[in-house]
């Protein structure tokens, strides 16, 4: 479902983001090491946060979207993260590589994982996507439109031209 809102509405997020139009909190998980096996999220968690100290989170996310199916193997390595963020302009340095390499953000990973499971209502958390806008889940009622791209564009728009519109969709 990640990556069906990746190629979907998450376009639209990204697009807006990039343009300065709204501005995106993400709280990663890692709760597919359990799963899979492995520190795989771990780690992406970890690179992730590295690309932001670098200024090329969305960049590098949107590299990591496209190379979804390594998760299927028992996650990513060191060396697969690194060889990703090759592909991403200016973020590859001695910095950056060293934070990947090192798990230098292992309490941000933790505290994101705690983070995550306390969003809604669920002890295990909300699931992945979870959308939420001005710190509220995005309702039922809405939340398959996160998966059109022009939907999604539009209810951005709304939000941002008329916040108290919001109050209709909120959970």
Do not use: C
């Not at 990204?14 to 995106?24: D, F, K, N, S």
């Not at 200016?90 to 505290?111: H, N, W």
């Not at 809604?120 to 309702?139: E, L, N």
């Amino acid at each position: 479902m990640v990556a069906e809102f990746e190629a979907t509405g998450a376009k639209a997020i990204r697009a807006e983001t990039l343009g300065r139009q709204v501005r995106t909190k993400y709280t990663l998980a890692s709760f597919k090491d359990v799963r899979l096996g492995g520190d795989g999220s771990k780690r992406t968690v970890n690179a992730l946060r590295a690309a932001l100290d670098a200024q090329r989170f969305t960049e590098y996310h949107a590299v990591l979207v496209e190379s979804q199916e390594v998760e299927t193997s028992g996650g990513y390595t060191t060396e697969h993260l690194l060889n990703l963020a090759a592909r991403v302009p200016g973020l590859r340095s001695e910095t950056f590589d060293a934070a990947v390499s090192s798990m230098k953000y292992g309490d941000f990973v933790t505290a994101s994982q705690t983070a995550y499971q306390q969003t809604g209502d669920d002890p295990i958390g909300p699931g992945a996507p979870a959308v939420t806008i001005d710190a509220k889940m995005v309702s039922e009622k809405i939340y398959g439109n996160l998966f059109e791209e022009d939907l999604t564009a539009e209810l951005l728009t709304t939000v941002r031209k008329n916040p108290v519109a919001w109050q209709l969709y909120r959970s």
